[in-house]
């Protein structure tokens, strides 16, 4: 996996919101796929991590987010957690997956992930939760693979394009979302390398740890 991703390790991850503003609105609902790869080189979902998660003191929850998502955020029954806990589970989570593919940060996959880091980032600085294990910047995005790969950018489109089960009823839970977004990203990673075995190889052969300072270099 590290030499794949040049060191990164790749987590799919979705968010429920009450809005569009990752600095005022409520982050709602965090998932997280964990993704494995086997001896060939194809990769697939090994492990999700989800929490129901409290609205921060003074958030804004928009009622047609929320008819979206159709969550209702002080339900008894939700279980959820503060920002603090919820994404202090998954940040050491994600941290011991990253040590155990010997990756060096992990890099958040998302269906227009930019919506998703912001939300995470957001939560993460506002709740003072540390050693936040993603790249704070970059990301892979399945919608652009999406009109790569099958001429679709609407992720349910994409997801039956590329022959995986979609069902309108259970999507725009973190959880669905996150583990069809996965689904989707690894089809389109081992597609890509059965038209290109070689892929691994070079991969391996190019892979050359660089120093901290040049990383930040390249990141930049």
């Given at each position: 996996?590290?030499?794949?991703?040049?060191?990164?390790?790749?987590?799919?991850?979705?968010?429920?919101?009450?809005?569009?503003?990752?600095?005022?609105?409520?982050?709602?609902?965090?998932?997280?796929?964990?993704?494995?790869?086997?001896?060939?080189?194809?990769?697939?979902?090994?492990?999700?991590?989800?929490?129901?998660?409290?609205?921060?003191?003074?958030?804004?929850?928009?009622?047609?987010?929320?008819?979206?998502?159709?969550?209702?955020?002080?339900?008894?029954?939700?279980?959820?957690?503060?920002?603090?806990?919820?994404?202090?589970?998954?940040?050491?989570?994600?941290?011991?997956?990253?040590?155990?593919?010997?990756?060096?940060?992990?890099?958040?996959?998302?269906?227009?992930?930019?919506?998703?880091l912001?939300?995470?980032?957001?939560?993460?600085?506002?709740?003072?939760?540390?050693?936040?294990?993603?790249?704070?910047?970059?990301?892979?995005?399945?919608?652009?693979?999406?009109a790569?790969?099958?001429?679709?950018?609407?992720?349910?489109?994409?997801?039956?394009?590329?022959?995986?089960?979609?069902?309108?009823?259970?999507?725009?839970?973190?959880?669905?979302?996150?583990?069809?977004?996965?689904?989707?990203?690894?089809?389109?990673?081992?597609?890509?390398?059965?038209?290109?075995?070689?892929?691994?190889?070079?991969?391996?052969?190019?892979?050359?740890p660089?120093?901290?300072?040049?990383?930040?270099?390249?990141?930049?």
């Amino acid at each position: 996996m590290t030499t794949r991703f040049r060191g990164y390790l790749p987590v799919v991850v979705d968010v429920e919101t009450g809005g569009f503003n990752c600095k005022t609105d409520a982050l709602l609902e965090v998932a997280a796929v964990l993704l494995k790869m086997d001896s060939t080189g194809k990769i697939s979902p090994a492990r999700t991590l989800h929490a129901h998660i409290e609205p921060f003191l003074g958030a804004k929850l928009n009622p047609e987010a929320l008819a979206f998502n159709g969550i209702n955020p002080y339900h008894p029954f939700r279980c959820a957690q503060t920002e603090h806990e919820a994404l202090g589970t998954i940040f050491k989570a994600v941290r011991q997956a990253i040590k155990e593919a010997g990756c060096t940060r992990a890099i958040l996959v998302g269906h227009n992930p930019t919506f998703d880091l912001g939300f995470v980032n957001a939560a993460a600085e506002r709740a003072d939760v540390k050693r936040n294990p993603f790249h704070p910047f970059s990301s892979f995005d399945t919608a652009t693979l999406g009109a790569l790969s099958y001429g679709q950018t609407v992720l349910a489109r994409a997801a039956k394009a590329a022959g995986i089960t979609w069902d309108n009823e259970a999507a725009h839970s973190a959880v669905y979302d996150a583990e069809r977004t996965a689904e989707f990203f690894c089809i389109v990673v081992n597609r890509w390398l059965e038209m290109d075995p070689g892929i691994t190889l070079l991969c391996n052969k190019a892979h050359r740890p660089a120093p901290a300072a040049q990383q930040m270099q390249d990141e930049d």
